[in-house]
C-alpha cells in the first residue's frame, strides 16, 4: 500500500529534513539551487482516517516540515528592501583600486532580516552564473556571493579565518595571511557581494565603536566587493560616525561609505498596514495544509488575535503559526483556532508584549481590520 507521501508501507522514510550550514560553501550551494519542496497533498478528515497508520506517520511528518520552512513570503517589506540592495550592490561596478559603497540592514529582532537578506542573495547568485557561466574563465567555480555569520565578540582574525572556512580554506596562520588567503579565493571565484551576519558581534559589546568601524573599515579596503552587513542595533552603538558626536558624524569615513537600510515590523495604524496584514495572513493560510482549514481562518478569524501574539513580527508569527500546525495536527484538531492558539507558547519578547496590544485591540484602540474591506469595494464597483 502507498503512502501520503509516497513511501511504500515499511521501507524507510527519510523525510525532507535539510540539515545544512549556509556558512559553508556546499551548504551555500544547498539553499541557492536546493529543489523547491513538494507541497503535500491536501486530504480531507475521511481520507486520513483511511491512510495505514504508516502512511499516515509519513503524511504528518511532510506536513510538518512543510509548515516549518514556509518563507520567504515576499512581502511590501521584503520586496522594498530587495530592491534597495540591488541599487547598492549592482550599481557597485567600480574597478579594483576604489572601495565599494557598503550595505547595513539594521533592524530589531524577529524580522526575518536575515532571510530577507539570504534571499537576496540567491536571487543574486543565480543571476550572476546565468549570465556569466557557473566557471571563470581560469577554469574556477564562480561563488558570486558568499554568507558568513559572527559570533560573540569576533575579532579581526576570526573573521578572517570565517571567511576562509566557507571557502574550505586552511584556517591557520594569522590575520593577514588569513585576509590574503580570503582576498585570493574572492578574486579567484569572482565573488561581488559578501554578507556578514550578526555584525553587531564584531570586536564584541564592550569594545567602542571607532575600533569596531575600524575593522569594517578594514574589510572595505581589504575585499573588493560590495559587503552586506546584517545586525541588531548597530546604528545605536555609534559605528556609523565612529565615535564622532552627530555635529561631527560627517567626518567619518564609515558612515560615508555605507547606506543604512531596515526591515520594519508589520503595523495596523491606517488601513495600509491592515491591508498588507490581511495580504499576508491570506498568503500563509493558502500554504497551510491542514484538513479542517477554511477560507479566512487566519485574516479573518484569528487576525486580531495573531497581531497581538506576533506584534506584528513576522519571525514570531511564523513560529506561532508553526508550532500551531504541529498541534492541530498531532492532537487531531486539524484546523487553529484561538483555544488551540492559547495553548502555543511564543518567543519571551512577543508574550511580554501581548498584553498590552490585546488590552488596545478589546477597548477598541487598535485593530487589523480594514475601514474598507476591498472584497465589498469589488461587489459594489
Not at 511564543?346 to 501581548?354: F, K, L, P, Q, V
Request: with cysteine.
Amino acid at each position: 500500500m502507498s503512502t501520503a507521501g509516497g513511501a511504500a508501507d515499511g521501507e524507510p522514510f527519510e523525510g525532507d529534513d535539510r540539515q545544512y550550514s549556509p556558512t559553508r560553501l556546499p551548504g551555500w550551494l544547498q539553499e541557492v539551487y536546493g529543489p523547491d519542496r513538494s507541497r503535500p497533498e491536501q486530504l480531507s478528515r475521511a481520507q486520513l482516517a483511511d491512510l495505514s497508520p504508516r502512511a499516515l506517520s509519513v503524511h504528518n511528518d511532510n506536513r510538518e516540515v512543510w509548515h516549518a520552512n514556509i518563507g520567504p513570503i515576499d512581502t511590501p517589506q521584503l520586496l522594498a528592501l530587495h530592491a534597495d540592495l540591488r541599487e547598492i550592490v549592482e550599481s557597485n561596478r567600480q574597478d579594483g583600486n576604489k572601495t565599494k559603497p557598503a550595505a547595513l540592514v539594521d533592524a530589531h529582532p524577529g524580522l526575518g532580516k536575515s532571510t530577507a537578506v539570504r534571499a537576496y542573495g540567491c536571487d543574486l547568485f543565480k543571476r550572476q552564473v546565468n549570465l556569466r557561466g557557473d566557471t571563470t574563465p581560469d577554469g574556477a567555480r564562480r561563488v558570486p556571493v558568499i554568507y558568513i555569520a559572527l559570533s560573540g565578540n569576533t575579532q579581526i582574525r576570526g573573521l578572517n579565518a570565517a571567511i576562509c572556512r566557507f571557502y574550505g580554506l586552511p584556517v591557520k596562520g594569522d590575520a593577514d595571511t588569513l585576509a590574503e588567503r580570503a582576498v585570493d579565493a574572492v578574486l579567484s571565484m569572482k565573488t561581488v557581494a559578501m554578507v556578514i551576519d550578526d555584525i553587531h558581534f564584531l570586536a564584541g559589546s564592550t569594545s567602542n565603536s571607532v575600533r569596531m568601524a575600524n575593522q569594517l573599515k578594514y574589510l572595505s579596503n581589504v575585499f573588493p566587493v560590495t559587503l552586506i552587513y546584517v545586525g541588531v542595533g548597530v546604528q545605536e552603538r555609534g559605528i556609523l560616525h565612529e565615535g564622532f558626536s552627530p555635529r561631527e558624524s560627517p567626518l567619518a569615513q564609515f558612515g560615508r561609505r555605507t547606506t543604512a537600510l531596515t526591515l520594519l515590523p508589520f503595523q495596523v495604524d491606517d488601513d495600509e498596514g491592515r491591508l498588507q496584514w490581511r495580504q499576508l495572513l491570506k498568503t500563509i493560510e493558502q500554504k497551510l495544509v491542514l484538513a479542517e482549514k477554511y477560507p479566512g481562518m487566519l485574516a479573518e478569524d484569528l487576525s486580531d488575535y495573531l497581531f497581538a501574539r506576533s506584534t506584528g513580527h513576522f519571525a514570531s508569527l511564523m513560529s506561532l503559526i508553526n508550532r500551531g500546525c504541529l498541534r492541530a495536527i498531532r492532537g487531531g484538531n486539524e484546523r487553529l483556532d484561538e483555544e488551540l492558539m492559547n495553548q502555543v507558547k511564543n518567543d519571551a519578547a512577543a508574550e511580554e508584549a501581548r498584553k498590552e496590544l490585546e488590552a488596545e485591540i478589546k477597548a477598541g484602540l487598535k485593530t487589523t481590520r480594514p475601514a474598507q474591506d476591498p472584497r465589498r469595494r469589488r461587489k459594489s464597483a
